[in-house]
């Protein structure tokens, strides 16, 4: 099982997670908004600028979470790697994502990602990454966190897979989903969006009008 320190931890860093939905959708301003807007996608939206609004703010929201969350993976990695008496290897781990002694003596160096999918158009990197690990004498491992999708190559690690060998036992992966299980109720992503939309519309309506004023 996990330890409750262990378990302590890891949600603690996805509360973070959470509460950071919220932050990103505050540092959104009409001028970053409009900085940084691509001409055509732009056009689309030029009859309907609330509606331009609405699709940056949630793509900045969602894509925000996804790249935090890989983050916070990598985290708990390195914390059930430790509780179950494994040493993260000093310094740091790049171009991997984590480098790790194995209670079993071994010493791994892995990829994280979220799905299998991410992986099919740098299968060049990928060997080349497998290589550089083998010649350290270290096994490479690409595990998928969120993906259970069996896997022909060795190397590559499905969710459960990859939960068994940073948390240890066979059963990490599901003891991982429970210890989650509905702390997003906490947040509501449609209201952080739509208030930010609201907010932002308002102030381009601010703007408009005065810029037509005689």
Avoid at 11 to 23: D, K, M, T, V, W
Avoid at 56 to 80: C, H, N, Y
Avoid at 101 to 109: E, I, L, M, N
Avoid at 190 to 212: C, F, G, P, T, W
Wanted: glycine fraction near 8%; aromatic fraction near 10%; charge should be neutral.
């Amino acid at each position: 099982m996990i330890s409750e320190d262990a378990k302590y931890k890891i949600i603690g860093l996805f509360n973070g997670l959470i509460a950071g939905i919220s932050n990103s959708a505050n540092e959104l301003t009409l001028d970053t908004i409009f900085a940084k807007s691509k001409p055509l996608t732009l056009e689309l939206f030029s009859s309907n600028v609330d509606e331009y609004i609405y699709f940056i703010v949630s793509q900045r929201v969602t894509k925000s979470f996804s790249t935090r969350l890989g983050g916070v993976i990598e985290k708990v990695s390195a914390i059930l790697v430790e509780s179950q008496g494994g040493q993260i290897v000093p310094g740091s781990p790049n171009p991997f994502d984590l480098k790790f002694f194995h209670p079993d003596g071994k010493q791994y160096w892995i990829e994280i990602k979220s799905i299998n999918a991410q992986n099919s158009s740098n299968i060049q990197t990928i060997n080349e990454r497998k290589k550089l690990a083998e010649a350290h004498g270290c096994i490479f491992r690409l595990c998928m966190y969120n993906d259970d999708s069996s896997c022909a190559e060795e190397y590559k690690l499905n969710g459960s897979q990859f939960w068994k060998l940073v948390g240890g036992y066979e059963g990490a992966g599901k003891d991982m989903l429970a210890a989650l299980s509905g702390l997003a109720v906490k947040v509501s992503i449609r209201e952080i969006i739509n208030e930010k939309v609201h907010e932002l519309v308002q102030d381009y309506r601010v703007r408009l009008a005065s810029q037509v004023q005689p």
